[in-house]
Nanobody, 119 residues
Framework: QVQLVESGGGSVQAGGSLILSCVAS????????TGWFRQAPGKERDWVAT???????NYGDSVKGRFTASQDNAKNTLYLQMNSLKPEDTAMYYC?????????????WGQGTQVTVSS
């Protein structure tokens, strides 16, 4: 059974930083693309970042330059370093794994971790 378990969410003031972690079990993250999505209340789910097997990363325009996605294959863990946080970054953040196009239709999802940014 595949499980992705996020942690590290919380409340922070604008301009602050947070690091999210996602530990995988039952699936080797380096087997395919991994990434992060987020969803704010009343809004559509928003793609945040993708890490490809070769280590290349891609980011959504709203987080580019502020967020950094990384992966520790020895620990089978995914990370999202979030800097210069803004109130509009407030959302539930989900780690994802296993997608053919590395942008959508990810097969595995975590349960989410809440990030709240106050102004």
């Amino acid at each position: 059974q595949v499980q992705l378990v996020e942690s590290g969410g919380g409340s922070v003031q604008a301009g602050g930083s947070l690091i999210l972690s996602c530990v995988a079990s039952g699936y080797i993250l380096n087997s395919g693309c991994t990434g992060w999505f987020r969803q704010a209340p009343g809004k559509e789910r928003d793609w945040v970042a993708t890490i490809r097997r070769d280590g290349r990363t891609n980011y959504g325009d709203s987080v580019k330059g502020r967020f950094t996605a990384s992966q520790d294959n020895a620990k089978n863990t995914l990370y999202l370093q979030m800097n210069s946080l803004k109130p509009e970054d407030t959302a539930m953040y989900y780690c994802v794994a296993d997608s053919i196009d590395c942008y959508s239709n990810f097969h595995y999802w975590g349960q989410g971790t809440q990030v709240t940014v106050s102004s």
